[in-house]
């Protein structure tokens, strides 16, 4: 009896776990079918939008003022602005003008295509008015309806662009650095090369100080109190101790020389 209820209950539970994988497995299949639905209704809403494109964007301008002066016209989706050049930006700062953040280029999402096309359609090229006191009233709309373009594909673009910006910023630094390098190996070379003359200009200067003669005074003769100086030895006197005459202690010499 104990082993068949063992069994009994063993089947329960393998019954019971293929019942809840058996759920599991039905609740994945409905999350997957109302994902696909959902997806399948975006696309729907997706082919009824139109976007808009703006060449350019007046300055003082942000994506939430756009938003509001549009939405008088029809119901909008998604606004993105793409921000200026940053060297342009500081080129603008430092001429000391407006310190804010600016935009290039635009694009305005509606709800309805066919509003997005009255909304090209009459306000290209027209004042974007307002209140007087605004510092857009005088601008004009530059905007163009874009035929067959979803917001989809302005996120590739915005993604290749991106790609292409960090591109060309890793090349512009790899150029900087380059150039930094090349100036330092001059730097250093110019200052090996001062060193190697300023050593040369120091053993030019040693070369040229002239040697020192020394000249020690010469003592006069001892003169006695009457200015007579004192007795010299007469020549026969040095002739009578060498016992050789003085001509020929002259002529000796002269041979000596000779």
Not at 169 to 174: F, K, N, Q
Not at 244 to 254: G, K, M, N, Q, R
Request: aromatic content about 8%; hydrophobic content about 35%.
């Amino acid at each position: 009896m104990a082993e068949e209820e063992t069994v009994a209950e063993v089947e329960r539970v393998q019954s019971g776990d293929a019942a809840s994988s058996d759920e599991e497995a039905l609740m994945r299949e409905r999350r997957r079918e109302r994902k696909r639905k959902r997806l399948l209704k975006e696309a729907e809403k997706a082919e009824k939008r139109g976007v808009c494109y703006l060449s350019r964007v007046p300055p003082h301008l942000n994506p939430l003022r756009l938003r509001q002066i549009l939405s008088h016209y029809g119901e909008i989706g998604r606004v993105y602005l793409s921000p200026e050049d940053a060297s342009n930006q500081m080129r603008r700062k430092k001429a000391g003008g407006f310190r804010g953040q600016e935009f290039s280029e635009g694009w305005v999402e509606f709800i309805d295509k066919k509003v997005a096309k009255r909304v090209a359609r009459s306000l290209n090229g027209e004042q974007i008015g307002g209140k007087k006191r605004s510092s857009i009233y005088y601008d004009l709309w530059n905007i163009k309806y874009l035929s067959k373009f979803k917001w989809d594909d302005l996120k590739e673009e915005t993604e290749i662009k991106n790609a292409t910006r960090e591109q060309k910023l890793v090349l512009e630094l790899s150029a900087a650095k380059k150039e930094r390098d090349f100036y330092l190996s001059k730097v250093d070379q110019s200052k090996a090369i001062s060193k190697i003359g300023e050593r040369l200009k120091k053993k030019q200067k040693i070369e040229m100080v002239p040697k020192v003669v020394r000249h020690f005074p010469q003592k006069r003769p001892a003169e006695n109190e009457a200015g007579e100086s004192k007795g010299q030895l007469s020549r026969d006197i040095l002739a009578g101790v060498s016992g050789v005459s003085f001509s020929a202690i002259l002529d000796c010499t002269w041979l000596m020389f000779i």
